[in-house]
């Protein structure tokens, strides 16, 4: 990892952004459980909300909803339609795109990008993981994201949103599609991240860059994304 710094990485953006940071501290300790939330009928019969178990995702969309149920449903769902369909299962292709108005991708002003480019087969993946049959079309994407070897030091100011970035190697024949985030977290100004941990199997804080280092270590782990909470 380069140790270098980018002599205008927080000149130009964050000094404005006021996100407290204690974001998310008062679900410290809650257990991980993967894939919590759902719209409370079948396929996917759990609460669409709860404060007691998160995975990274469901973690990170509950705390920007500030734990109301009406916002956490605008998150999670394209227009706010409750539905499995509708659900923003992907974070690089729906969970970004419909969610823009509240977060933005910031990753070049932190570092040397490069493109993850991205073809989601959500038919495909409904079809492995739900049994549904749909009608969805392919969807073609690029994520603009961070390499590991261009990662500088992160001097924000407030919290942000970072995604971790694979290179999809092995994912298709698991999930029936290709997949470029596979976790997500927030990281702190004081180089915590704050995560819903499987490993852990609850909601802690991190030492950021000792993760960074652990992640290195499995090649398909190509770099992060910096997203914005505005």
């Known amino acids: 990892m380069k140790n270098k710094i980018f002599p205008f990485l927080f000149l130009l953006y964050g000094c404005t952004n006021n996100i407290s940071s204690n974001i998310g501290q008062e679900y410290m300790n809650a257990i991980y459980l993967s894939n919590p939330l759902g719209e409370e009928k079948e396929p996917d019969t759990d609460l669409l909300i709860r404060f007691d178990a998160f995975d990274c995702t469901t973690f990170v969309e509950t705390v920007l909803a500030n734990g109301n149920k009406e916002k956490l449903t605008q998150i999670r769902y394209k227009n706010g339609n409750i539905d499995i369909l509708n659900r923003n299962h992907f974070i690089e292709t729906d969970w970004l795109q419909n969610n823009k108005d509240i977060v933005e991708n910031v990753s070049h002003l932190y570092g040397k990008t490069a493109v993850r480019h ?97 992640k290195q270590k499995n090649k398909h782990n190509i770099g992060v994304t910096l997203v914005k909470i505005k």
Request: proline residues 3%; aromatic residues 14%; hydrophobic residues 40%.
């Open 118 to 214: 991205i073809e989601n087969d959500k038919k495909s993946w409904f079809k492995k993981i739900y049994n549904i049959d749909t009608d969805f079309k392919k969807q073609i994407t690029d994520l603009e994201y961070i390499p590991y070897e261009n990662l500088a030091k992160i001097d924000i100011k407030s919290p942000m949103i970072i995604l971790f970035v694979h290179d999809g190697a092995g994912l298709y024949d698991k999930i029936g599609t290709d997949l470029a985030v596979t976790h997500m977290g927030f990281i702190m100004p004081n180089g915590i991240l704050r995560h819903a941990s499987s490993e852990y199997g609850k909601i802690i804080d991190a030492d950021f860059w000792k993760y960074i280092e652990k």
